[in-house]
């Protein structure tokens, strides 16, 4: 009976101090605040869940093994790789760092490093996916099932190559 009523004041503690336990996924995630970028395709959100952006890739900036299978793909050396991440890295966070916005999934909602997997609209309803591919600071990664925008990415990704806007400025 002690330890029923122990864990009963402790679920009520925070609740008298103005705080709220969350148990699974009950964010608003319509109106959440991005509280940081990692990287050019992962984010942070108030409630500390990362977000890992659906369709895009960008460049590497930190140590890591994709970073050197990048650069053996491509035949890039690891500075410029990390160079172009850290610019893809800028554009992503001054589009939305500190901004509140809203989540879209798809089928699949975290990958297999628990991220959540989604599209992000800010307030005003730009698409910020769609917007990284578009301005040139995004590659394609299209993993299935999740490719409900796989053809729009497709077609901004052909044109800000032909446009060399962003990364493919030169």
């Known amino acids: 009976m002690k330890k029923i009523i122990l ?8 609740l008298a101090f103005g705080f709220t336990l969350s148990f699974g996924d009950s964010y608003n995630y319509s109106d959440i605040l991005v ?3 990692v990287d050019g395709d992962t984010l942070v959100l108030e409630n500390g869940e ?17 970073l050197y ?3 053996q ?8 790789i990390q160079k172009l991440g850290r610019r893809a890295y800028e554009f992503t966070k001054k589009l939305v760092e500190g901004k509140r916005v809203s ?7 975290h990958d297999k490093y ?8 800010l307030k005003d309803g730009t698409f910020v996916n769609a917007e990284i591919v578009k301005q040139g600071y995004a590659s394609l990664m299209t993993i299935p099932p999740n490719t409900k925008y796989a053809d729009l990415f ?16 030169g």
Do not use: C
């Open 7 to 14: 864990i009963i004041v402790l679920m009520a503690l925070p």
């Open 50 to 66: 990362r977000v890992r952006l659906i369709g895009i890739d960008t460049p590497e900036m930190h140590e890591s093994n994709k």
């Open 73 to 80: 793909r491509t035949g890039e050396d690891i500075t410029t």
């Open 114 to 121: 628990g991220r959540l997997l989604a599209y992000i609209y």
């Open 35 to 37: 509280k940081r970028a």
């Open 154 to 169: 497709l077609k901004l990704y052909r044109q800000a190559r032909e446009d060399r806007r962003g990364l493919w400025a």
């Open 69 to 71: 299978k990048d650069s």
């Open 103 to 109: 989540l879209e999934f798809d089928v699949e909602r």
